[in-house]
C-alpha cells in the first residue's frame, strides 16, 4: 500500500518511499518540560501516533522506529528552575532535575491517556543526555565554516548556507522583516542564530571549548535526531509553529554537518489549536492543559475531537465539539458491545486486517475525517449484523476502533468511562425519587416539582413512565 504525505518541502503530497522498509524512521519534535502540557501540544502527539499506527502497519511494527524527544534544557526551564530555587531553599540544577523529571512523567501520564503508543525508552531522548554530541556537532559546523565563536557563543551564520530558508521558503530580507531577530554585537547577521550560549555560575551549564555553557533549542534535535536515526531520515514532524526558525535552523545545521545530506524527505506540520475560536493563552484565561481536561472527559474523546479535523486545517477546541464527540464515541461503542471479547489485545495492532477504507483513507496524508466518515459506516454494517447475530463485521468495527487509538480496554469498561456520571450515588438518586414519588401520592407537587427541579440542577432527569420513574445523567 502506497502512504502519500504533504511534505512541507515540496508543497505537494509525495510518496513515502522509505529509505530502509525494515526501519522506517520517523522525528517528531516533542515538549519543553517544565509545566503541564496544553492541549495544543496534544495536536503533534495524537497526529504523529496515528501516523506510527499506520506505519506499524504497513510495514510491521518491529520496522519503524520513531523518535519524540524531551527538551529538558531550555531558558524557560532555566527561569522556573531558578524561583523554585528560591522558594525551596535548593540549587537551580536540583529544582531543574526536579521540575523536568515530574513534568515528562506527566506529560507521559498524558500522551498514554490520549491512546498514543508508548515508546521505548531510547526513543524518547532528553537533551541533557546528548550535550557531549551537541558540542561535537558544533565543533564540526566551525571546522566546515558554518558557525563561529564569539564572546562565549557560538553562532550559526546563515549567509554559509545559500539555500537558508528552503523548507518556509523565505529569504533571508523577508525574514529579517518578519522575525523578531536578536540584534547582538557578537553576531554578524542578525539572522545567525545560537548554537552555543555561556552560562553564569547560577545557570545549568556544561564545559565546553567555548567556556561553560549550554546549547540552543535547533541543535538539541538536529543531534537527538541524527544519534538515533541516522544522517537522513524518511519523516520529520511538528506544529507549523515550527518550521520557522526551528526546522530552518535543524535544517541548516544537520545538512551542513553532513556534506549536504539531506535531514528528512518528508517535513509534515500539523495546523495550530484554538480555543472557542480564540488563539490560546495564559493571559487571556482559556489556556487548557490536557491534564485538567482528563479530569472532565475521558481521553478516547480527546483523541476522537482532535481526529475529526485534519491536521493541516486549524482545528477550533470547543465545549460542543467535545460533546458531540463524546455522543459519537458512545453510539460507536455500542454497536461494539456483544462481540468485544474477540477484540485484539489492548495496545496492539490487531493481527487480523485492517478495514480497508480506513487504511486507505489514512494513506492519503492521514485524512482523519474521511477515516472517520468510514468507520460511521463500518458501524452501521456492525449494527445490522449484529441485529442478525453475524460476528464478522462487529469484530472487524472493533479492531477498526483498536487499531484509531479509541478502544485499549473492553468495551463496556470503555462506555462505562465515556457516558456522563452522575454527581450523586445511586442511592442518594433513589431516595430521592421514592419522597418525589410519596409527595405524588400525597398531592404534594410543590415538593415533587422541587426535587425534581433540585436533581435536574445536580444534572440528573428524571422520566416518568407506566412501571414508575426512571433517571439518566442530562447530557
Ligand atoms: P512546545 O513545547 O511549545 O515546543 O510545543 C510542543 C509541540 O506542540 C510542537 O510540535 C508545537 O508545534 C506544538 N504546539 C504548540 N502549541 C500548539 C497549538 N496551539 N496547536 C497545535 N500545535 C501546537
Ligand atoms: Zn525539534
Same mark, same amino acid.
Not at 485492517?354 to 487504511?359: E, F, S, T
Not at 460511521?376 to 487499531?403: C, M, P, Q, W, Y
Given at each position: 500500500?502506497?502512504?502519500?504525505?504533504?511534505?512541507?518541502?515540496?508543497?505537494?503530497?509525495?510518496?513515502?518511499?522509505?529509505?530502509?522498509?525494515?526501519?522506517?524512521?520517523?522525528?517528531?519534535?516533542?515538549?519543553?518540560?517544565?509545566?503541564?502540557?496544553?492541549?495544543?501540544?496534544?495536536?503533534?502527539?495524537?497526529?504523529?501516533?496515528?501516523?506510527?499506527?499506520?506505519?506499524?502497519?504497513?510495514?510491521?511494527?518491529?520496522?519503524?522506529?520513531?523518535?519524540?524527544?524531551?527538551?529538558?534544557?531550555?531558558?524557560?526551564?532555566?527561569?522556573?528552575?531558578?524561583?523554585?530555587?528560591?522558594?525551596?531553599?535548593?540549587?537551580?540544577?536540583?529544582?531543574?532535575?526536579?521540575?523536568?523529571?515530574?513534568?515528562?512523567?506527566?506529560?507521559?501520564?498524558?500522551?498514554?491517556?490520549?491512546?498514543?503508543?508508548?515508546?521505548?525508552?531510547?526513543?524518547?531522548?532528553?537533551?541533557?543526555?546528548?550535550?557531549?554530541?551537541?558540542?561535537?556537532?558544533?565543533?564540526?559546523?566551525?571546522?566546515?565554516?558554518?558557525?563561529?565563536?564569539?564572546?562565549?557563543?557560538?553562532?550559526?551564520?546563515?549567509?554559509?548556507?545559500?539555500?537558508?530558508?528552503?523548507?518556509?521558503?523565505?529569504?533571508?530580507?523577508?525574514?529579517?522583516?518578519?522575525?523578531?531577530?536578536?540584534?547582538?554585537?557578537?553576531?554578524?547577521?542578525?539572522?545567525?542564530?545560537?548554537?552555543?550560549?555561556?552560562?553564569?555560575?547560577?545557570?545549568?551549564?556544561?564545559?565546553?571549548?567555548?567556556?561553560?555553557?549550554?546549547?540552543?533549542?535547533?541543535?538539541?534535535?538536529?543531534?537527538?535526531?541524527?544519534?538515533?536515526?541516522?544522517?537522513?531520515?524518511?519523516?520529520?514532524?511538528?506544529?507549523?509553529?515550527?518550521?520557522?526558525?526551528?526546522?530552518?535552523?535543524?535544517?541548516? %545545521?544537520? /545538512? #551542513?554537518?553532513?556534506?549536504?545530506?539531506? &535531514?528528512? $524527505?518528508?517535513?509534515?506540520? @500539523?495546523?495550530? +489549536? %484554538?480555543? /472557542? #475560536?480564540?488563539?490560546?493563552?495564559?493571559? &487571556?484565561? $482559556?489556556?487548557?492543559?490536557? @491534564?485538567?481536561? +482528563?479530569?472532565?472527559?475521558?481521553?478516547?474523546?480527546?483523541?476522537?475531537?482532535?481526529?475529526?479535523?485534519?491536521?493541516?486545517?486549524?482545528?477550533?477546541?470547543?465545549?460542543?465539539?467535545?460533546?458531540?464527540?463524546?455522543?459519537?464515541?458512545?453510539?460507536?461503542?455500542?454497536?461494539?458491545?456483544?462481540?468485544?471479547?474477540?477484540?485484539?489485545?489492548?495496545?496492539?495492532?490487531?493481527?487480523?486486517?485492517?478495514?480497508?477504507?480506513?487504511?486507505?483513507?489514512?494513506?492519503?496524508?492521514?485524512?482523519?475525517?474521511?477515516?472517520?466518515?468510514?468507520?460511521?459506516?463500518?458501524?452501521?454494517?456492525?449494527?445490522?449484523?449484529?441485529?442478525?447475530?453475524?460476528?464478522?463485521?462487529?469484530?472487524?468495527?472493533?479492531?477498526?476502533?483498536?487499531?484509531?487509538?479509541?478502544?485499549?480496554?473492553?468495551?463496556?469498561?470503555?462506555?462505562?468511562?465515556?457516558?456522563?456520571?452522575?454527581?450523586?450515588?445511586?442511592?442518594?438518586?433513589?431516595?430521592?425519587?421514592?419522597?418525589?414519588?410519596?409527595?405524588?401520592?400525597?398531592?404534594?407537587?410543590?415538593?415533587?416539582?422541587?426535587?425534581?427541579?433540585?436533581?435536574?440542577?445536580?444534572?440528573?432527569?428524571?422520566?416518568?413512565?407506566?412501571?414508575?420513574?426512571?433517571?439518566?445523567?442530562?447530557?
Amino acid at each position: 500500500m502506497s502512504i502519500r504525505l504533504h511534505n512541507t518541502l515540496t508543497r505537494q503530497k509525495d510518496e513515502l518511499v522509505p529509505l530502509d522498509k525494515n526501519n522506517v524512521r520517523m522525528y517528531v519534535c516533542g515538549p519543553t518540560v517544565y509545566d503541564f502540557a496544553h492541549i495544543g501540544n496534544a495536536r503533534p502527539v495524537i497526529v504523529f501516533d496515528v501516523l506510527y499506527r499506520l506505519l506499524r502497519h504497513v510495514y510491521g511494527p518491529d520496522h519503524v522506529t520513531y523518535v519524540r524527544n524531551i527538551t529538558d534544557i531550555d531558558d524557560k526551564i532555566n527561569a522556573r528552575a531558578a524561583e523554585t530555587a528560591a522558594k525551596k531553599g535548593i540549587t537551580v540544577e536540583q529544582a531543574r532535575v526536579e521540575i523536568t523529571g515530574l513534568t515528562t512523567q506527566q506529560y507521559f501520564d498524558d500522551v498514554a491517556a490520549l491512546g498514543c503508543l508508548p515508546l521505548p525508552e531510547k526513543n524518547t531522548p532528553r537533551a541533557t543526555e546528548y550535550v557531549s554530541g551537541m558540542i561535537e556537532m558544533i565543533g564540526t559546523l566551525i571546522a566546515a565554516g558554518h558557525a563561529y565563536a564569539a564572546e562565549g557563543h557560538v553562532l550559526y551564520d546563515v549567509s554559509s548556507k545559500p539555500d537558508y530558508g528552503k523548507l518556509s521558503r523565505r529569504s533571508l530580507d523577508e525574514m529579517m522583516a518578519g522575525a523578531r531577530v536578536e540584534v547582538a554585537p557578537y553576531k554578524k547577521n542578525p539572522m545567525d542564530f545560537v548554537l552555543w550560549k555561556p552560562s553564569d555560575a547560577l545557570t545549568p551549564g556544561w564545559e565546553s571549548p567555548w567556556g561553560r555553557g549550554r546549547p540552543g533549542w535547533h541543535i538539541e534535535c538536529s543531534v537527538m535526531g541524527g544519534a538515533l536515526l541516522g544522517e537522513t531520515f524518511d519523516i520529520h514532524g511538528g506544529g507549523v509553529d515550527l518550521m520557522f526558525p526551528h526546522h530552518e535552523n535543524e535544517i541548516a %545545521q544537520s /545538512e #551542513g554537518c553532513h556534506h549536504g545530506a539531506p &535531514l528528512a $524527505n518528508i517535513w509534515m506540520h @500539523n495546523g495550530f +489549536l %484554538q480555543v /472557542e #475560536g480564540e488563539k490560546m493563552s495564559k493571559s &487571556l484565561g $482559556n489556556f487548557i492543559t490536557i @491534564n485538567a481536561l +482528563l479530569k472532565d472527559w475521558p481521553g478516547e474523546v480527546l483523541r476522537l475531537n482532535m481526529l475529526r479535523t485534519h491536521y493541516r486545517q486549524p482545528i477550533d477546541w470547543t465545549l460542543a465539539g467535545l460533546k458531540e464527540s463524546r455522543r459519537i464515541l458512545e453510539e460507536w461503542l455500542l454497536a461494539a458491545v456483544p462481540m468485544s471479547v474477540l477484540g485484539a489485545a489492548p495496545h496492539e495492532v490487531s493481527k487480523r486486517p485492517i478495514y480497508p477504507p480506513l487504511l486507505e483513507a489514512l494513506s492519503d496524508d492521514l485524512n482523519t475525517p474521511k477515516a472517520i466518515a468510514e468507520i460511521h459506516k463500518l458501524r452501521n454494517s456492525a449494527f445490522h449484523h449484529r441485529s442478525i447475530g453475524a460476528a464478522n463485521t462487529v469484530v472487524e468495527f472493533s479492531d477498526a476502533l483498536r487499531f484509531f487509538g479509541l478502544l485499549r480496554d473492553e468495551v463496556t469498561d470503555a462506555l462505562d468511562r465515556i457516558r456522563p456520571k452522575a454527581s450523586l450515588p445511586e442511592e442518594a438518586i433513589s431516595a430521592f425519587i421514592a419522597a418525589r414519588t410519596a409527595a405524588r401520592k400525597a398531592k404534594n407537587f410543590a415538593e415533587s416539582d422541587r426535587i425534581r427541579d433540585d436533581l435536574l440542577a445536580k444534572g440528573i432527569v428524571l422520566m416518568d413512565g407506566p412501571t414508575g420513574t426512571t433517571w439518566e445523567v442530562k447530557k
